[in-house]
């Protein structure tokens, strides 16, 4: 494997976040010699470290939809609202901007929500496969998410009910005492909500990827932490990859490095317009008994998660690209929020960035390149790759194994954006 030595349906996978790691687990599964590379440990910093730990099945509906565009200014000029911008990067996303607004037509909208609710549907027994092989005492619960609102935006609360209703997805519509009732910590200012009974949460995604990692490990997978700096391919079509350190070649290879895919997938001359959508989190260490459960606080973009590090403020949408400082306003935003719903929360702790993996139809990319057969992607779910990364590591593996499966595939694939 090390300097050009090529190996028999080796595999080489790039990211060892949730993605990567489920990917590499199903084709270790499938016999395939599996090879994980990252240039860092699993799960350090990522996305899959830092997000809200929601596993949502229900939420096939995205953000590509016409009332969005309605309410993106006074989102914009809102401090206690869910979306910023950073300045310098707005010339940079402007091609990211125009395909998005496109693809918030009712038309679009409905085929991101079906074509997610595909995979979505199947993302829980996905998990459960894989749980079946680890210890997840502790670290997995199934009590549901709730989303609150107050009275303002109520059309959109509206269009989002009916869109669930219409995929067929689990949801109990919520009254304020019914709120309370599940959660009497939280301050009562909400109008109505939702309570999603199928959801879980994790209490700490972290401890769960290691443990699918280390499951890899075990079953003789092979993990290099270097950075992947280069893609070319042999003239038999074989990817060859350069790192920092090395040179390897793999019969196949897999992309799955969330935000950070399109440096590499530039090189296979394909111009896929991944960018991200950033987002934040902190800890208030000690207070995770005033939830039982996560929530959401729709008009405010941000949710609260009970975890072991403690309560876990996270969410909000900033579009800076990759290479943006963290902002200070955008975690104080996220504190004052925790703090107008819990007002006895103390102070807060790790402050932490992360960047959501995002196309401007909002599905990720999943499938073979569309220049070089032998490599294949997966990133790009958005909100939802934590909760994806089971049901996408199931299907990405049965496409490089050259499965048959009854899905309809063809949606997920690159070549949607040539
Ligand atoms: C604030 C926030 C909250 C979220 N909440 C939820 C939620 O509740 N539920 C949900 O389902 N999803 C949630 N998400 C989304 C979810 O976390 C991401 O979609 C998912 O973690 C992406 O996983 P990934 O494996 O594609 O990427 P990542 O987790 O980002 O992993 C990519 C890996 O690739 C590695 N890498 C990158 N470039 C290279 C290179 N050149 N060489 C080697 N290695 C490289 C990185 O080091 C990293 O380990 C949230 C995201 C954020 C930011």
């Not at 997000?51 to 914009?76: C, E, K, T």
């Not at 400082?325 to 996220?334: A, E, F, T, Y």
């Not at 004052?336 to 909002?362: I, Q, S, V």
Request: proline share 6%; glycine share 8%; net charge positive.
């Amino acid at each position: 494997m090390k300097n050009d030595v090529p190996l028999k349906s080796s595999v080489g996978v790039i990211g060892a976040g949730i993605q990567g790691v489920c990917v590499s687990l199903h084709l270790i599964r499938k016999g395939f010699q599996v090879t994980l590379i990252d240039k860092d440990d699993p799960g350090k910093n990522s996305a899959s470290y830092g997000n809200a730990g929601h596993f949502s099945p229900y939420a096939s509906l995205s953000l590509n939809r016409p009332d969005i565009l309605i309410d993106v200014p006074s989102m914009l000029l809102s401090t206690t609202g869910p979306l910023a911008l950073k300045w310098n990067y707005v010339p940079k996303m402007i091609p990211w901007f125009l395909r998005f607004i496109k693809n918030c037509t009712r038309k679009k909208m409905m085929y991101t929500a079906k074509y997610m609710h595909q995979i979505l549907d199947l993302a829980l027994p996905a998990y459960d496969e894989l749980f079946q092989e680890i210890d997840i005492s502790g670290l997995v619960e199934s009590r549901g998410i709730i989303y609150f609102w107050t009275n303002r935006d109520l059309k959109s609360r509206e269009l989002e009910i009916n869109v669930r209703k219409e995929l067929g997805v689990e949801q109990q519509l919520l009254k304020p005492h019914e709120i309370h009732d599940l959660e009497p910590h939280i301050k009562q200012i909400y109008h109505s909500g939702v309570l999603y009974p199928s959801a879980r949460h994790a209490r700490n995604p972290r401890k769960i990827l290691i443990k699918l990692f280390e499951l890899f490990l075990k079953k003789g997978g092979k993990f290099i932490k270097e950075n992947v700096e280069t893609i070319n391919f042999s003239s038999d079509n074989k990817p060859k990859i350069k790192t920092n350190l090395n040179s390897y070649e793999f019969n196949k290879t897999v992309i799955a490095c969330g935000a950070f895919s399109k440096k590499l997938t530039d090189q296979a001359n394909e111009n896929i317009p991944l960018d991200t959508e950033r987002g934040y989190h902190v800890h208030f260490k000690g207070y995770d008994h005033l939830l039982s459960r996560p929530v959401i606080f729709l008009n405010r973009g941000f949710g609260m998660t009970p975890m072991e590090q403690g309560l876990r403020a996270v969410g909000t949408v900033e579009f800076g690209g990759l290479d943006n400082p963290l902002s200070k306003k955008r975690i104080m935003n996220l504190v004052n929020n925790a703090k107008y719903l819990f007002p006895e929360l103390g102070k807060h702790e790790d402050e932490w960035l992360g960047f959501r993996p995002t196309l401007p139809d909002f599905l990720p990319v999943m499938g073979p390149s569309k220049n070089y057969k032998n490599l294949f992607y997966s990133f790009g779910h958005h909100h939802l790759g934590w909760t994806l990364g089971a049901i996408s590591g199931k299907i990405l593996a049965g496409m490089i194994a050259e499965e048959k499966t009854n899905l309809d595939l063809s949606p997920y694939k690159s070549i949607r954006f040539s």
